[in-house]
Structure formats: structure tokens, C-alpha cells
């Protein structure tokens, strides 16, 4: 480590714990709390990557998160941050955007032709003619920035949390953590967020005093319990201070995402160092003042051996202190203060070797250290709505006055010692929690289900902080020579004012025309010298050109914390289990997990029309319906009648939206004076219970009814096949199942296999005898076994869901979003005796009425494909004989175990609707085949003498 | 994300209800032209200003309800439930 100080210069290093690592395959070490920059510099290693555009060699500039060229690629995660990322023993680090290596890069001949590259010169060049940019991509592929992506990398692991601060405090310099302590001291629970591994902001780079009195407030704010998060950024804010914060230093995780509603949001992101525009302002040695005093003083790196400083304020008098406390001779401190200045910087291709001053004198040199002024990050302002305000005095963007719940303090607002900074983040921090108390207060008084408001009503507090002075700093953007802007995307002041020679003269156009500031680093660096670049180059005011919008995320964030932990939840039945034990083979249908079928689906469909068959079918959507108004809400919702519908009686509904499409459908059983039990199908369930509540509350809150859905409280179970009667007969003594007391489409309550309280009911969407019952969960296993055990001898089998789409489908019923889509009204369907447009109002009753009076509609058709062998794909097209003219498609369609033949459900023009007509429909393939249309929707049994038996 | 009052369960996350857009008067099904039916199934007046909206309480207290919304400013008035003529502004909740 031959760049290494000795301590006491080193702050957060830890000398007593090595780290080995690998740079490029030679193998190097570290210590403890470095981050992978400082180790390198460390070792020597100081070009760290290459430029985006023209692959010029680059070393840190800024040693912090926004460092723009030190993205390196650690093990097989790319663009990782190499001024932040902390040194992990055992890393293997390599450039990236090299080839084919650091030191020798074939790509670094763009630099040569460099003025080809031009703004713009992607967008001019390649976009005509359109048909070749396939080639162009392949090619311009190879030469663009990042780091290799392994396809082979296991699943990391991210995470997501909601939280509910009174305040989130963004930056944890002196400011933020005064506010964050003076917000926890006044009774609200606090965030504090630092982008930072640690609390401290500027103060851990400053003298001994600063470091201590960082130390003392970090120790302060954690025992007042604010939660502090470093290593994590406030990324966003949003309305109503919806904050998303960005937590990379979550034990166990990757990173992860924190949502927090907060009532204040205080801002405390401080300044950034500005880098200055001249010739050679991108040679590696080249590096801001705060860079220079993080390497010597947090890190204890010596970054070069004899300096040039250019000054214009304390910091860069400050870096001219710790290079002297680093033993690095300080050739020529040039103070802009005075009125001196630098032009440009020249040397070999890997260090800065002399520097140009404004007289034209040349001092020799290996570092060049450049103080010219600051940034306002006023990112998370913008996003509150705040548009900042150019001070020319100052020379930086303040904050024109954010919302209430957003109050910003410290470098943001103004300049100050360090008491003053941590006064005006104390008061700021009271205020803060002053409003907090107060949106906490009225949030409660506006819910109704929350406890009455204790004492009297808080008054909403006044701002009456202390402003803290703004200190003149002269305005430094661009030197006499052009040097680069955006070092992450190379534009330079050259690009911007060709650009602004073609005619943008707009810093929202410009950006995007030349890519300035649209970098990794957020515009954080570049955004002011665009700016300035632009105002010089239209000679207009800095205040004139105005500024571009920061918009969400402050920094980035990786794709894998937005997605968070995979955690679809799923549903299942209480029978699911006996399946999984007993060979079914699960599918996902919609949320629930079913089972697809026992090991062969043909053999359960042979067996369900031979024997009997029972099925769980607990996902049918379930509601319980009660109160005198029920009818009037059935004969509104479904198509048909309802107002006579029997006691004991079931009935066949078809639901329509307003616009005439089909909803859902399903059976509605009377079970009582004002007792119904609605069915829907297993997708529709939550779906039509919100459609019902709509109807209730909005349309008819008069009407007495009451909607409790309970489709897991009942497992449902379907028992189906000739001998389904027999089956059921030997675990009822309470229900009669004589065909004349409980006939097809009626239901029954008693007890069944012991379990008092079940609903049975007569139906048929198999097309056999069948009973479905609905069953008390806690009971179901009970009864499910009882019927398998019962039934032995009358060869009784479990079916899955693959049998009974067979069976539905020889049988014609349609599904609805199946054989129906999303244009599909009522009368597609073929239930027109169904659709009433007698009643007074019915959902989508208008639509319907004025389809069926045109008659332009598709319908729902049974065909058989000629050939009973080919099994035409579900969606394959149906076209005009010899033509490419679509007229339909295949719904639905299966081989039938019954039939021995390929058997459909399709869509067709009315034109092709008759029975008879031939189809012909077109495979996959590319195949046509032809098929003929059924007289009936069923394959099978078309009188339904089975399931009326 | 935005704040809204339900006006059982206080301010929640838009996210946590469902937005069922502009308040619309559904017409008389028996008698209205196919103009005025389709002007209530598509047509919206989406004004700069403030829009009464319908929105669902359906991570909580699944009561449907209406709130002037100003679609410029983000500004939320006192919400209403169905039947019930909008009021007064009910404070600043921010």
C-alpha cells in the first residue's frame, strides 16, 4: 500500500483488519472501512476506468457516491460504485468498459476521431435508413458502457417495509442530525437517512473539532431513538410525503426499498462540489477539494505528491491544510479570490503533469486540486413542487420555498459555522415535529373509526426559524478553455455550445439532445455547469436559462429492490392436501392451486360418466345474500328473472357490465324467505362481490340487503355420474333425494356424513346426475373421505380439473372469459330466451337490447373438426374458405374421452353460425383444416336426459 | 402517492382504494338514446379544476364514497357518502 498514510490520517479505516481483494486478477489488500477507491489508490492503482464515449483513462474525481468514472464490475455484479461500495474480503474487482484491458483499450481510438462524436452524432448518424439499425445496434453494442451482466446469477435476495414517521430527515450532515434529535427530543418518532456510511456529512472530513462534534451528535440522535439508516437515500418524495427510501445496508438483503408516509419531510442533503470546466479538466489527478481532503483524512490516502490548488473558498484552503498534513508539497495554491485562474491541465495519458494559470505561467505538478464552489441537490424540493433560485452572489441554486411539510435546512438554504448550521437544524427540526404533532392531530380527527381527539386543537406552528446568511462566492463555471461537463456520458462545453449553436436553447431540450447530466450521477455534478455552459453559450444569465428538473430517483435504485420479494399469495382448499397426497397434480387457475388431474384426465372422465366422480370445487365463488330486497338486486344484476324463484329453488343467471359485455355467471339458489346462496365463477368471486356492494351503495342504498362472501367458509364439492345418487343417498338420512321430492335444479339443506348445516343442489355443468354440496370447512376432510370411503363398490374416484373442462366442453357449456372476451355481449352467447328486455333494468340491459335489434354479432358455436384426430389450438383463427378473411376462432377444444373425437367451441360471424357449415380453421402450423358446425352447444347428450334422471 | 379520505377509516393511500373515476348519473335505462348510454359508459369530462370522483374503500372499510378532487393541485375536499350532497373543504390533511 505504498499511497498509504500514517494514522493518525485515516479516520474510518481500520489498520488492525486487512482485506485482500483482486484488481484485475493481481491480488491486493485493503483494510477495513475502505472503500474499494481508496483501496486502490491505496495500492497505486489510480486509473480505475475508462470514459463512456471516448474511452479516455479516468481516476476519482469526487471520492463519494457521485464519483462519475469509477463504476468497476465486483464479481458478477457490474456498474458498482467504486468510491462507495465498502472493500469485502475476497471481492474480485475489474474494470469495465475496457477492452481488452485498463491499460491498453482499442476503444480509446474514438478519442482520436473524437470529433466525430458530437452531440447528437448517435441520433444523425444512424437513424437513416431505419431498416439497418439492427446492424448498427449489433455493432454500437460492443462500445457501450457497462459491465458484464452473468445470466447465471442466483436470485439475490430484496426486500420491501412500510413505515410511518412523524418525520424522515434526508442527510445526516450537522444540520440533519441537529433536526432529527430536536424532532425526537419534541415527541415524534424519526428517520434519519444518510447516502454515507456513516452521520457526519462535511464535519468527517474537517478538523478534529468537526469530527468530534460528529461523533457526539451521531451518538446523540441514536440514543434519543431516531432510527438512523446510512448507507440509504431518500430517493423520492411524493405526494402527500409518500417517501421512498433506498436501504442499502439492510443486513441479509441486497437492498431495500422503505415506503414511509411521513407528516414532515425535512431536507438536510447539504452541497455538492462542483468539478470546473477547462482542458484537461478529466486527466486522472484532477479531483475536487472535498475528494482530496476524504482521501487524505477518512481514508489516509495520499492522492499525488506535488499539488496545484485553485481556490475559491474554505474548502479548498482547507484541502491546502491536509495535503501539507500529508506530506504533499502544495507547488502553487492559486486563489480565485484574487483574481487568478487556471486555463487548462496537460499531461500523459494517465496523470495531470502541469497546469496552465490565466498569465500563462506553467506549474509542474501530479495533483490538481479545484475548489470553485457548490451544487444545491434540491432534488426531493423539486419533487415537493419548489422550483430553486439562482443567487449570482452565491453562486448557487436556493430553494424559492417548499410546501409545509417540507422544510430543507443546513448548506441548502445557506452557509454557516458549524454551530450555526447545527442551530438552524435544531429549530428546523422543532418546527418539524411542531407540524408533525399537528397533521397526527387532525388525521385522527378525520377518521371515524379512531379514538375522539384528546385536548384542545393544536394551532399549526409559523416558520420563524432564523435564516442563516448567504456568503458571496465568486461565480466559477468554465475557464477560457473547454474542458468535459458530464463525465459520465463525456459531453464537454464544445458539445453544449454546438448544440446551442444548432438551435436548442432550451436546458431541457439540451439535456436530452446532448445527454448532459442524464449520467449515474443524476446531473448532481453537471446539472449548474450546463447550465452556466448554456447561458455562456446564448449569452444569456444563469437565472434566465434556469435550471432542469431533478426528478425522481435522487440516486438510483436497483430494479430488484423495486420488485422487492416475490410474494404472490396463492389460495387454496382444505381438500388440497388430500389432493397432493393422493397423485394430483397442481395447477395454478387464477390464485388458486387446484388439482389438474389424478394421473390420467380421460380415465376420470371414462369413470365420472361410468361410475361417479367427485370433484373440490371450493374456488366457485360463493355470497351470501340475505334481507327482502334480494330479489330486486338479482333480477338487476343477472339477465333474467328472479322475483318467483321458489324456495328450494336454483336458477341459472348470466351477468352483463353496463356495456352490454358478459360479467359472469353462475348459479343462485333460494334458501330460505330472504336466504339466497350466489355462485360465480372461481375468477369472478372478489370481482362481482365489489359489483354487488357498487349496485348496493351507490345505485340503491335503500334496498335491504346484506352480502357476506364465503367461499372458503364452504368447501364445495361436486359429485357427479350415474351413481352419484346412490353415494350421496348412503351418507344422507336428511335430505331426500327421490328424484320427485328433489328434482334437477332445486337444493336442500341437512346433514350430511354427520356435518349438520350443508347445502346440496342439483346441477349440471358435467352433464351428468350430479349433486354439489357445500360444506362447512372444518368438516370437509371428513366428508370428502366418506364419500371416497362409501363409495368403493360403486367405483367412486376424485376428478380434477382437466376432466371437468372436458366434460363441460362435451357438454357446451361456455366459460366465460373463455369462449367469451372482453367484446363479447350477451347475446353472443346463444341465451337469448335469458337476456329479459321486458324488465324495467337490468346491468348493460340497454346495450344488449340495442345488439340483439341489429343483430351484428358474433356467436358461441359447437364444431367438430372433420378430422377427429386434429385438435385445432385453442385462439386458431377461422377463416373464409380460401381466404385470409378472419370470420372467428377456436375457443375452446379438447379430445373427447367419450366421443373418441376432437370436439370445439368457437366464435363465428352469424354467416357461419348454422348448423352444418363447414369452417375451416387455420393451425398453428400454418395448416387448414375444415370443420363442421353442431345443431347443438353439446357434443354430448344434447337432450340432457342424464343429468336429469 | 396521494392521501384520501375515506370517511369511515380517515386518510388512506390511493393505492389501498379503488378508483372508480368521475361521478356520473346513470340514465333511465328504459328510455335513453344510445347517445346518452354511451356518454355515461365512455364519455368524461376530465376538467383542469375540481372533479367529483367515486372512489372504493376496498383495503378497508369497502364503503363506496364521493370527494371533489382538484386535478391540478392535488386538493381533496370533505368526502361524501353516496345519497349525500359534497360539502365544505375539511382542512388541510397535509
Known amino acids: ?949 | 402517492m396521494l392521501l384520501v379520505p375515506c370517511p369511515h377509516c380517515g386518510p388512506m393511500n390511493a393505492g389501498d382504494l379503488t378508483y372508480n373515476g368521475e361521478s356520473h348519473r346513470r340514465p333511465d335505462p328504459k328510455t335513453c338514446t344510445p347517445e346518452e348510454w354511451r356518454t355515461y359508459l365512455y364519455l368524461r369530462e376530465n376538467p383542469s379544476g375540481w372533479l367529483l370522483e367515486n372512489w372504493y374503500c376496498s383495503s378497508g372499510c369497502r364503503k363506496h364514497f364521493k370527494i371533489e378532487r382538484h386535478t391540478f393541485t392535488g386538493e381533496l375536499r370533505a368526502p361524501v357518502l353516496p345519497g349525500r350532497k359534497p360539502g365544505a373543504t375539511q382542512g388541510d390533511m397535509k
Open chain 1, 1 to 949: 500500500m505504498s499511497q498509504r498514510l500514517p494514522a493518525p490520517l485515516g479516520d474510518v479505516i481500520d489498520r488492525s483488519s486487512a482485506i485482500s481483494f483482486t484488481w484485475n486478477g493481481t491480488k491486493l489488500q485493503g483494510f477495513e472501512g475502505d472503500t474499494i477507491a481508496s483501496a486502490l489508490l491505496a495500492n497505486g492503482e489510480h486509473i480505475l476506468g475508462r470514459s463512456m464515449k471516448y474511452h479516455r483513462p479516468r481516476s476519482v474525481l469526487t471520492a463519494d457516491f457521485w464519483d462519475p468514472n469509477t463504476t468497476v464490475q465486483v464479481d458478477d455484479e457490474p456498474n458498482v460504485r467504486a468510491s462507495h461500495r465498502k472493500l469485502a474480503d475476497g471481492m474480485a474487482v475489474s474494470a469495465q468498459n475496457v477492452w481488452p484491458s485498463l491499460k491498453f483499450d482499442v476503444k480509446a481510438a474514438n478519442g482520436l476521431v473524437g470529433r466525430f462524436l458530437t452531440a447528437g452524432f448517435y441520433y444523425k448518424t444512424f437513424m437513416k435508413p431505419a431498416k439497418l439499425w439492427p446492424a448498427y445496434e449489433h455493432v454500437l453494442a460492443k462500445f457501450a458502457p457497462g459491465g458484464a451482466v452473468d445470466l447465471n446469477t442466483p436470485h439475490g435476495r430484496y426486500d420491501k417495509r412500510y413505515a410511518h414517521p412523524d418525520v424522515v430527515v434526508a442527510g445526516g450532515g450537522p444540520s440533519g442530525m441537529a433536526a432529527a434529535l430536536a424532532a425526537a427530543a419534541a415527541g415524534s418518532s424519526v428517520i434519519l437517512v444518510e447516502h454515507e456510511h456513516q452521520l457526519g456529512g462535511y464535519l468527517l472530513w474537517g478538523s478534529d473539532d468537526d469530527r468530534t462534534a460528529a461523533t457526539g451528535l451521531a451518538a446523540a440522535c441514536a440514543a434519543a431513538g431516531v432510527e438512523i439508516l446510512t448507507n440509504s437515500t431518500v430517493a423520492g418524495r411524493y405526494e402527500d410525503n409518500w417517501i421512498s427510501i433506498s436501504q442499502r445496508s439492510h443486513p441479509g438483503v441486497i437492498e431495500r426499498l422503505i415506503k414511509a408516509r411521513a407528516k414532515t419531510l425535512v431536507v438536510a442533503a447539504g452541497t455538492i462540489e462542483r468539478p470546473y470546466v477547462f482542458q484537461g479538466n478529466d486527466l486522472p489527478g484532477v479531483m475536487t477539494s472535498g475528494a482530496a481532503q476524504r482521501l487524505i483524512r477518512m481514508y489516509g490516502v495520499k492522492p499525488g505528491t506535488r499539488a496545484v490548488v485553485f481556490t475559491a473558498n474554505e474548502s479548498g484552503d482547507s484541502a491546502v491544510e491536509a495535503l501539507q498534513s500529508a506530506g504533499i508539497s502544495i507547488a502553487r495554491v492559486v486563489d480565485a479570490r484574487s483574481g487568478e485562474g487556471i486555463t487548462s491541465a496537460s499531461g500523459s495519458k494517465s496523470r495531470v503533469k502541469r497546469v496552465t494559470l490565466s498569465d500563462g505561467t506553467t506549474v509542474e505538478c501530479d495533483l490538481l486540486v479545484t475548489a470553485v464552489g457548490w451544487t444545491t441537490p434540491t432534488s426531493l424540493l423539486n419533487m415537493a413542487g419548489d422550483r430553486p433560485v439562482y443567487d449570482a452572489d452565491a453562486a448557487r441554486f436556493f430553494p424559492a420555498g417548499p410546501p409545509d411539510n417540507v422544510l430543507a435546512t443546513g448548506g441548502m438554504v445557506g452557509d454557516g459555522s458549524r454551530d450555526e448550521l447545527i442551530a438552524h437544524g435544531q429549530a428546523t427540526g422543532e418546527l418539524a415535529a411542531g407540524r408533525a404533532a399537528v397533521v397526527r392531530q387532525r388525521i385522527q380527527a378525520a377518521t371515524a373509526r379512531a379514538a375522539a381527539v384528546d385536548g384542545p386543537e393544536l394551532d399549526y406552528p409559523a416558520d420563524e426559524r432564523t435564516p442563516l446568511d448567504r456568503v458571496r462566492h465568486p461565480e466559477l463555471y468554465r475557464s477560457t478553455t473547454h474542458g468535459i461537463v458530464d463525465y459520465s456520458e463525456d459531453v464537454s462545453s464544445k458539445d453544449l455550445f454546438s448544440a446551442a449553436g444548432e438551435g436548442f436553447d432550451s436546458v431541457e431540450l439540451i439535456k436530452r439532445f446532448t445527454t448532459a447530466t442524464m449520467g449515474p450521477s443524476q446531473g448532481k455534478l453537471e446539472t449548474v455547469n450546463t447550465v452556466a455552459v448554456l447561458a455562456e453559450a446564448r449569452n444569456e444569465t444563469i437565472a434566465e436559462v434556469g435550471t432542469t428538473v431533478w426528478r425522481p430517483p435522487y440516486a438510483p435504485i436497483s430494479l430488484g429492490a423495486l420488485a422487492g420479494r416475490i410474494n404472490e399469495p396463492t389460495r387454496i382448499s382444505v381438500l388440497q392436501p388430500w389432493h397432493e397426497a393422493n397423485g394430483a397434480t397442481p395447477i395454478l387457475a387464477g390464485q388458486w392451486v387446484r388439482p389438474e388431474h389424478y394421473g390420467d384426465p380421460a380415465a376420470e372422465v371414462r369413470n365420472t360418466r361410468t361410475n361417479v366422480g367427485v370433484i373440490d370445487v371450493t374456488p366457485l365463488g360463493k355470497l351470501d345474500l340475505q334481507g327482502p330486497d334480494v330479489p330486486k338486486l338479482l333480477s338487476l344484476l343477472y339477465t333474467n328473472k328472479w322475483m318467483a324463484l321458489p324456495i328450494g329453488g336454483v336458477r341459472y343467471g348470466l351477468m352483463c357490465a353496463e356495456d352490454g359485455v358478459v360479467l359472469d355467471d353462475g348459479v343462485t339458489a333460494r334458501l330460505g324467505e330472504e336466504h339466497y346462496l350466489m355462485t360465480t365463477t372461481s375468477s369472478g368471486a372478489a370481482k362481482i362481490w365489489n359489483w354487488i356492494e357498487m349496485w348496493l351503495q351507490t345505485e340503491h342504498p335503500d334496498w335491504q340487503v346484506h352480502v357476506t362472501p364465503v367461499t372458503t367458509g364452504l368447501t364445495s364439492i361436486n359429485i357427479a355420474g350415474p351413481n352419484s345418487r346412490e353415494l350421496l343417498g348412503r351418507l344422507t338420512d336428511d335430505i331426500d333425494l327421490d328424484p320427485d321430492a328433489f328434482p334437477y335444479m332445486n337444493v336442500r339443506r341437512g346433514a350430511i356424513a354427520g356435518v349438520e348445516n350443508c347445502i346440496a343442489w342439483r346441477i349440471g355443468f358435467t352433464g351428468e346426475l350430479s349433486y354439489e354440496i357445500h360444506v362447512p370447512s372444518g368438516h370437509a376432510v371428513h366428508v370428502w373421505e366418506q364419500l371416497l370411503e362409501q363409495g368403493a363398490d360403486l367405483g367412486v374416484k376424485a376428478f380434477g380439473l382437466e376432466a371437468q373442462r372436458i366434460m363441460r366442453l362435451e357438454k357446451g357449456h361456455f366459460i366465460v372469459g373463455q369462449d367469451t372476451d372482453g367484446l363479447s355481449k350477451a347475446p353472443v352467447t346463444g341465451l337469448n330466451p335469458l337476456l329479459k328486455l321486458d324488465k324495467d333494468d337490468w346491468a348493460g340491459m340497454p346495450e344488449v337490447a340495442w345488439t340483439m335489434e341489429s343483430g351484428d354479432h358474433p356467436v358461441i358455436v359447437a364444431c367438430q373438426p372433420d378430422n377427429g384426430s386434429v385438435i385445432p389450438e385453442e385462439a386458431a383463427q377461422i377463416l373464409r374458405a380460401g381466404t385470409t378473411e378472419i370470420v372467428g376462432r377456436i375457443t375452446s377444444s379438447r379430445m373427447s374421452p367419450t366421443l373418441n373425437r376432437s370436439i370445439c367451441l368457437a366464435q363465428v360471424t352469424k354467416e357461419f353460425a348454422d348448423p352444418g357449415t363447414s369452417l375451416e380453421v387455420l393451425l398453428i402450423s400454418g395448416e387448414r383444416i375444415t370443420a363442421t358446425v353442431q345443431e347443438h352447444h353439446a357434443h354430448f347428450d344434447p337432450e340432457g336426459a342424464r343429468l336429469r334422471g
